[in-house]
């Protein structure tokens, strides 16, 4: 998680932000006044010299505990919840004197705020992206295209949440010229309030599908909050939609900017021709947009990765950027870590290693990828699985259907973890897969499973291993390779 940003900040600033006439007239806005903080953090362990420390509180942790150590380290100013102010100040004693201790509501809410003011003194075009499946992949490549052209910053990992947004738009410098930003979202209003936090000119909504259905509670919740983003864009702003999606398109009506579409499917703005899947290579295709064709090499392996290459390229169209320079951007893009990032042994198996995150359709379209190369080039196709999270009441079917999947495209083995491992299991044994060639294994179970698996690899075998992040399918990708010879 990104937990600190180098960034000068007025203590005038915060003070016109936070401070209600109270503290005011406790002499908190004069101690403000005269500092100017060198940052911004949200962890006291790295909490530098001169910064504004944010005390946040998560499900695990509550940085109240840690103002004392903030402090210390050289915290020049803390913003704390009202409640705690009291007691922080008996505790910082002689420590906090000079450090203000600003007290607000909600220090997440304030932390939005600042990134928000900070936003407003930007004059870089933002470009915020949302979807159920390919949110990552589509930021690298958007950021790629744009490099052509743009000084670009893009959020870090998967820095998408109501932290590492704020974090990642505080980080912005005044030289850039365009933010990529991803945008999750698992609960009921989250995606409006990064909208508001990152005020994004472009919006882009990769696919809509049965993800976080725990949060929202159903497909049409999960609409809602997606639409968000786009329905927040100004009147001068650019929405990309996927037009091969029915739940995106049911969106367009209710947006005020202008529109793109992509998609492969049918009519759209942005699509692709004779789209070739060069396996571990990745894909080539024709790319056409409106003010022109090339074709180019997408190398990310998964024939459903053109459309994100297609999401991706409509910004490029958003942004101005010739046609000449989006081909460039997207055939720099290179396979990243634990998303579809193929693994040589040095016996000739080859392990997907798409370990980053997981949900019915990712895990579907990941088995098909794999199920085509083994049919290709030889060897089995082995599915490794670990449980696909916040799926709320479609969790039993989506698990099952997996498994379906996976016995249908011919796995010749299945190894399924976590506490879902028995519903992807019966999904495989309905199919007609044979039960002594499924094994199950409860969470935490990866040593156990490791050990299995390594006795039935066999060379030229293609091993695919993914599962939601809580699961750490990383742990089988370490356990069962080894470099090539």
Same mark, same amino acid.
């Given at each position: 998680m990104v937990n600190s940003a180098r960034i000068e900040l007025f203590g005038r600033d915060v003070a016109k932000l936070f401070l209600g006439a109270e503290d005011c007239s406790r002499g908190e806005g004069d101690k403000l006044d005269s500092i100017r903080f060198s940052g911004v953090s949200t962890d006291s362990r790295t909490a530098g010299e001169g910064e504004l420390f944010f005390a946040l509180v998560g499900d695990n942790f509550d940085g109240h505990d840690f103002v004392v150590d903030a402090v210390k380290r050289g915290a020049a100013g803390v913003v704390v919840e009202k409640s705690y102010k009291s007691? =922080?100040?008996?505790? /910082?004693?002689? &420590? !906090?004197?000079?450090?203000p201790l600003i007290a607000v509501y909600d220090t997440l809410y304030a932390l939005g705020e600042l990134a928000r003011f900070h936003r407003g003194r930007m004059k870089a075009r933002v470009v915020g992206i949302t979807g159920s499946n390919g949110k990552t992949t589509t930021k690298e490549i958007t950021a790629s295209i744009a490099?052509?052209?743009?000084?670009?910053? &893009?959020?870090? !990992?998967?820095?998408?949440? @109501? #932290?590492?947004?704020?974090?990642?738009? @505080?980080?912005?410098?005044?030289?850039?010229?365009?933010?990529? =930003?991803e945008m999750g979202m698992n609960v009921p209003g989250e995606m409006a309030r990064l909208s508001e936090i990152a005020g994004p000119e472009i919006g882009v909504i990769t696919n809509i599908g049965p993800v976080h259905l725990e949060g929202v509670g159903s497909i049409e919740?999960?609409?809602?909050? &997606?639409?968000? =983003?786009?329905?927040?864009?100004?009147?001068?702003?650019?929405?990309?939609?996927?037009?091969?999606?029915?739940?995106?398109?049911?969106?367009?009506? &209710?947006i005020k900017s202008r529109v793109i579409t992509f998609g492969i499917e049918g009519e759209a703005d942005v699509? $692709?021709?004779?789209?070739?899947?060069?396996?571990?290579?990745?894909?080539?295709?024709?790319?056409? #947009?409106?003010?022109?064709?090339?074709?180019?090499? =997408?190398?990310?392996?998964? #024939?459903?990765?053109?459309?994100?290459? /297609?999401?991706?390229?409509?910004v490029g169209v958003a942004l101005g950027i010739p046609a000449d320079d989006i081909k460039t951007g997207i055939e720099a893009i290179k396979p990243m870590k634990m998303r579809m990032e193929m693994i040589m042994t040095g016996d000739g198996v080859?392990?997907?290693?798409?370990?980053?995150? $997981?949900?019915?359709?990712?895990?579907k379209a990941a088995i098909s990828f794999l199920a085509g190369e083994a049919r290709r080039k030889g060897g089995r196709l082995i599915v490794v699985l670990g449980d696909m999270l916040e799926l709320g009441g479609y969790t039993i079917q989506g698990h099952e259907e997996v498994g379906m999947e996976a016995?249908? /495209?011919?796995?010749?083995? @299945?190894f399924a973890l976590g506490n879902n491992a028995v519903d992807i299991a019966r999904g495989a044994g309905e199919r007609g897969m044979p039960p002594e060639r499924i094994f199950t294994y409860p969470v935490g179970g990866h040593e156990r499973l490791i050990e299995d698996l390594m006795g039935v690899i066999g060379p030229k075998d293609r091993v695919l291993v993914k599962g939601s992040r809580g699961m750490r399918m990383e742990i089988v990708v370490s356990g069962i390779s080894s470099p090539a010879a």
């Open positions: 007691k =922080l100040s008996r505790e /910082l004693g002689e &420590k !906090g004197k000079g450090v490099e052509t052209k743009f000084v670009t910053r &893009k959020s870090e !990992g998967n820095f998408n949440n @109501l #932290i590492g947004l704020p974090m990642m738009l @505080l980080a912005t410098k005044k030289e850039d010229e365009v933010i990529v =930003l919740g999960v609409i809602e909050e &997606k639409g968000r =983003l786009v329905e927040s864009l100004p009147e001068d702003g650019t929405a990309v939609i996927n037009g091969d999606c029915v739940y995106c398109r049911g969106l367009i009506d &209710k699509t $692709a021709v004779d789209v070739e899947d060069m396996g571990g290579d990745g894909i080539k295709a024709k790319f056409i #947009i409106p003010s022109g064709a090339f074709h180019a090499r =997408l190398k990310i392996p998964g #024939i459903h990765n053109i459309k994100n290459g /297609l999401a991706a390229a409509s080859v392990i997907l290693n798409d370990s980053y995150n $997981a949900n019915p359709v990712s895990m016995a249908k /495209l011919g796995a010749g083995y @299945l």
